[in-house]
């Protein structure tokens, strides 16, 4: 059977438990990364959060470069490079700069108006000031807040309180690792980032509960039977569910990819950007954290406790006892006889007489 087929079939034998540390491990790299990128490199917020002023240009077949050089021109820089929206009719150009008062904002449209020939009709403004920012922030740190308490009691009550403390430690993973790589590639913070931030947190906890699912039927009784240990059982459950989580992602992952690569990267549809680098990387770590951390943490809260630690002791004392008896019936066939007189340079024992033979081996006397 190939690999692929025992893969659709949930039949693969991966150990995903076992070799959890160096998972961990690998994690703690990557968080730490993304710490030192915060402290040292910190995010590149827009002008929603920052506060500052916002000109859309609509109609018009100005590229962005000759925008942003009338812009330097006049002497107010834009903040960042200035963003292609939408194509054809609906093409517009928005640039962003710090906060302009009135008198220079006016005195901006004036001159662009002139230099570069656009119609007054065809530019708006919009000024955020740096507390609409600051209670956006709040209020998404209030609602992810609510949303972990919220998925914490759920899983608690659906599954086991353990399993509520790996889904949470997975999807605060997923965060950290996300904003992460939105301040090492320097990419504009704007409230889609805050919208794709709770999109992969939904995705996160789906995987997760999915997973956990099997982890719990496969460990049900699984005390009083005794055929496995609490990690055996979940890391069969890994592998049964292990093409579904890869099909949920792929699903998932590629028309994220297309807005991020095409749209983004071939098109330059600057508008997109943000929320489809936060979905595509969310959604990649989302997939990984399911597997390789947050039934692993499951795994290693479980068999602390002194159930488990004494059920794990007696499965793998009956194996060792099992293996030994099997061992010793192996001795005392043909075959384990003559291997221990090769071993013993052939003074092994002879194996036990049948029933009613003769000692000694001496045929039976014929009766007269």
């Known amino acids: 059977m190939s690999a692929i087929t025992r893969l659709y079939r949930g039949e693969t034998k991966i150990e995903f438990i076992g070799t959890r540390k160096r998972w961990y491990a690998a994690s703690a790299i990557l968080i730490l990364i993304c710490i030192v990128s915060f402290i040292v490199r910190g995010f590149n917020e827009g002008v929603e959060f920052k506060g500052g002023s916002s000109f859309q240009f ?115 993973h997923d965060l950290v690792i996300a904003a992460g790589v939105y301040s090492l590639v320097g990419f504009e913070v704007t409230p889609s980032t805050i919208v794709g931030l709770l999109t992969i947190l939904g ?51 590629l028309p994220v990819a297309g807005l991020l690569f095409v749209g983004a990267g071939l098109l330059g549809v600057g508008t997109i950007k943000d929320l489809a680098l936060i979905l595509f990387v969310g959604l990649a770590s989302g997939a990984y954290s399911s597997l390789f951390l947050a039934t692993p943490i499951v795994v290693d809260l479980t068999e602390r406790s002194p159930e488990y630690k004494t059920h794990t002791r007696r499965v793998l004392a009956k194996r060792s006892s099992d293996a030994k008896k099997g061992l010793d019936a192996d001795e005392l066939t043909p075959a384990g006889v003559a291997a221990a007189r090769r071993a013993g340079g052939g003074s092994a024992p002879a194996p036990a007489p049948a029933p009613g033979a003769r000692p000694g081996g001496r045929p039976p006397r014929r009766r007269r």
């Open 203 to 253: 995705f996160s906890l789906y995987d997760t509960v999915v997973v956990y699912d099997k982890v719990n039927e496969n460990a049900k009784d699984i005390i009083a039977t005794g055929r496995m240990t609490y990690s055996e059982a979940a890391n069969l459950a890994v592998n049964q569910t292990l093409m579904r989580s890869i099909n949920t992602s792929l699903i998932a992952l």
């Open 58 to 172: 609509t109609n018009t077949n100005l590229t962005a470069s000759q925008l942003q050089s009338a812009f330097d021109k006049f002497g107010v820089s834009p903040a960042d490079a200035p963003q292609v929206a939408g194509s054809g009719s609906n093409r517009s150009i928005i640039v962003d700069t710090a906060t302009l008062s009135p008198q220079k904002s006016e005195a901006l449209q004036k001159y662009l108006q002139q230099n570069l020939h656009i119609n007054a009709k065809d530019i708006s403004v919009q000024i955020f000031g740096s507390s609409w920012g600051h209670d956006t922030t709040v209020n998404a740190l209030e609602g992810l807040i609510i949303f972990l308490v919220i998925v914490s009691i759920y899983i608690a009550i659906r599954f086991h309180w353990r399993m509520a403390i790996g889904g949470i430690v997975a999807l605060l």
